[in-house]
């Protein structure tokens, strides 16, 4: 619990950046220039742009939502108009795909503390591409909290108290929002995209797929965060078809402060039998790396 207790400590001497108008894609800590030239906020790498639509999407299996959501404000990013929406106590931000038709791919992206990169919308920069080539639905979710998805729905962003969600609600609320978004559109069952950043990564691997995995499978990119989860898992974790369909993809920094936390979720979840990639990245910090850039690669991986 130290390294949790740090980023508790990091989120509230940073709330100032991380609320900015640049909307780091890293959340909690600050913007640091990559080899490529680009920046933590992931204006570059978004994967393969260039990759076709998924084959055959009209025969893939759909919720059949329609209709939509009200959106509450919009914002234009990247040239595109980000609806805003709440469905619960969870803000939800959506960027549809041109084009294409059948189920969209749904992609959720659960912030770090902080939620900058939600609340400046730039984690959509790099999700454009993957959404017109995979037929992608892409959304943001902001915790009930406001800033943080591992702390309980009633943390006090300012405070420096760490007060995990010990209970679960966030899954719940999140399961509302997730539930309400399959009614509003017509999506994929067959596998979600996930993208956790520091904070989100450790609600994804110490809350969500113990709780909420074996409803919601899908491929997992989990940026510089993690959490060997103690939790009674609520699904059948032991049988391996219910397992193959929830791949993880670790990446994370060796110079991380988590970095203890992030080889004991790998190791967790390899030995519960998950199918687990690790990319770990020389001398970086925490999230010091394109992790929006990163994430979307994955996504694109794995249409």
């Known amino acids: 619990m130290a390294s949790r207790a740090t980023l508790s400590l990091l989120l509230v001497a940073l709330a100032v950046a991380a609320c900015s108008s640049s909307g780091a894609g890293n959340d909690s800590v600050a913007v ?21 639509p998924d084959a055959a999407v009209a025969s893939v299996p759909g919720s059949g939502g329609k209709g939509g959501l009200t959106c509450t404000s919009r914002v234009d990013v990247a040239g595109r108009s980000i609806c805003t929406a709440k469905i619960g106590s969870v803000e939800v931000r959506i960027l549809e795909p041109m084009g294409g038709s ?42 009930p909290n406001g800033c943080a998805w591992w702390q ?12 995990p969600d010990l209970a679960g609600a966030n899954a719940a609320a999140l399961v509302t929002a997730v539930d309400a978004i399959m009614k509003a559109y017509d999506v ?11 904070g989100g990564s450790i609600f994804l691997t110490d809350e ?20 060997a ?34 080889q004991a979720a790998v190791a967790a979840f390899k030995g519960k039998g998950f199918a687990v990639t690790e990319k770990v990245l020389p ?7 394109d992790a929006h850039g990163e994430a979307i690669g994955i996504w694109t991986q794995n249409p």
Request: charged fraction near 20%.
């Open 283 to 289: 001398n970086a910090g925490h999230c010091e790396f």
């Open 102 to 143: 059948g189920p969209m791919r749904l992609g959720l992206y659960l912030h770090g503390d902080g939620a900058a990169a939600h609340k400046s919308g730039s984690v959509f920069k790099p999700m454009v591409a993957w959404a017109d080539a995979k037929h992608g639905l892409g959304v943001s979710f902001l915790a």
């Open 152 to 163: 309980s729905p009633t943390h006090d962003c300012t405070s420096q108290q760490t007060e």
């Open 32 to 52: 640091v220039p990559t080899s490529e030239g680009g920046t933590g906020e992931g204006e570059v790498d978004a994967g393969d742009a260039s990759a076709p």
């Open 188 to 198: 994929r069952t067959d596998g979600m995209r996930y993208y956790g950043a520091s």
């Open 208 to 227: 969500w797929i113990p709780l909420q995995g074996g409803k919601y499978p899908g491929v997992f990119a989990i940026m510089c965060g993690g959490d």
């Open 229 to 262: 989860s103690s939790r009674t898992y609520g699904w059948d974790a032991a049988d391996a078809s219910l397992r193959a369909k929830s791949p993880l993809w670790f990446t994370y920094g060796d110079k991380d402060f988590l970095l203890t936390d992030e």
